[in-house]
Every structure is written in C-alpha cells, then in structure tokens.
C-alpha cells in the first residue's frame, strides 16, 4: 500500500524567508502532484512532475525518483502564501488513476 | 481559464436522505474523479469514471453511492441514505488523459449530517 508522508506537518515563518516541504512516499509513481489548498477548502494544482525540476514563479518543485522524495520551496515568502500544501501521487502500474494524497503541511507566513 | 464548477457549496441532510452533488467537469477531459475530505483529516480517492462507467473505486465507495454522468457536462455523486460519518468536504476533479495529466479540482461541496 502507497504511503504518501510530508514534513513538516506545520510551519510557521517570517516574510521573506526560503520555505521548503518534503514528501516521501512508498511505491513506485507515474506522477507526484503538488496542491494548494486555502482556509475556503478549494485545492488548486501546483505542479505535476514525474522528474526532476519545475518553477512557475517563486514555486519550485523537485522529484527524485530513486529516493521516492519530492520537495517544494518557496523562495521569497508572503502572507499570502498561507495555505496548506498538499502532496499526492499517482501509483504507477494498470488500472488505478486515482490519486493518493499525504495529510498535508500547514504553512503560515507572517509579516 | 477553464475551470471544475461544482454545486451546491455547502449541503446540509438529515441522517438517511438522499443526497446528490454535482459537478461540471472541464469540457474537453475524459476522466472524472470524486474525492472527499474529513475535517481535519487527509483527501481521500472514491471513485473515478472514464467513457461511462466506473474505472476504480476506493473502499470507501461502498453500495451507499453511485456515480452518474447524466449528460454531457455533469457529473454526479449520489448517496443513496446518509449517515454522519459521511460529514465531509466532497471533491470532484477531472483530467484530459488520466494518469500522467495534471487534475483540476473543484471548490468542494461541504455535506453535513445532522
């Protein structure tokens, strides 16, 4: 059974500040997902990657494979930023499509 | 930019009615997905649908709900007789080609029990 685990579960930082958050999981994947979710509940699609890097703005996501561990960093943080971030995977293999989630990381960033 | 749309926002049933969520998907995606989450607790696979039938279900999804594309552009979620454990945020999401294609996710229904 996949297992999907992210560190830290919360976090709390000052503006400004460089954030990362891990996520490990268990099996083999076709695709790890980064997700955002706000205090209203809606959860919005960071990132898709199934290797190495990507950047879209003050984002950056990376993956390595052979370590089954991805992380997520946030370079210049903002209040705004405040949200929980979310990892999920696809299992690779036939069939299953659905995704696995990790409980999530509970970031606040304050002024 | 297209988007998931789902209604209502916020559900509220007595323990043993029957409740239906709907969801648009984005047009052009092929595979639809219903996840839910409990206060506090992690997202949580139900089920996916891709060209009209079921494609996976999670043990969760048990005889109590079903899955239904009416038409076209909706995409439903129906439990059958609710019970208070299923108090939780209900998320549809939807993919163009399935596995290695990004999910879009709608803003939830929040179903409460009483």
């Known amino acids: 059974k996949n297992e999907v685990e992210q560190s830290p579960q919360n976090l709390t930082a000052q503006e400004g500040e460089f954030i990362t958050i891990n996520c490990s999981y268990s099996v083999g994947i076709s695709a790890l997902h980064w997700l955002q979710q706000h205090p209203g509940g809606g959860i919005v699609s960071l990132f898709m990657l199934s290797s190495g890097k990507k950047k879209h703005g003050r984002l950056i996501a990376t993956i390595n494979i052979q370590e089954k561990h991805s992380s997520l960093h946030i370079t210049a943080s903002h209040p705004r930023d405040s949200a929980v971030y979310i990892c999920?995977?696809?299992?690779?293999?036939?069939?299953?499509?659905?995704?696995?989630f990790g409980k999530g990381t509970h970031l606040i960033i304050q002024p | 930019e297209p988007e998931v749309t789902q209604t209502p926002s916020h559900q509220v049933t007595q323990m043993g009615q029957e409740v239906i969520l709907r969801c648009v998907p984005i047009s052009n995606h092929l595979y639809f997905y219903w996840y839910r989450q409990i206060l506090g607790q992690k997202v949580e696979f139900l089920v996916s649908?891709?060209?009209?039938?079921?494609?996976?279900k999670s043990e969760i999804f048990d005889d109590q709900f079903s899955v239904e594309r009416p038409d076209g552009s909706n995409f439903t979620l129906k439990i059958r007789s609710t019970k208070l454990e299923d108090s939780a945020m209900y998320f549809c999401?939807?993919?163009?080609?399935?596995?290695?294609?990004?999910?879009?996710f709608g803003q939830g229904t929040r179903l409460t029990v009483v």
């Open positions: 999401a939807s993919r163009d080609r399935g596995r290695h294609t990004e999910a879009f």
């Open positions: 999920a995977v696809s299992v690779s293999g036939g069939g299953a499509d659905g995704l696995t």
């Open positions: 649908f891709y060209n009209n039938e079921i494609s996976e």
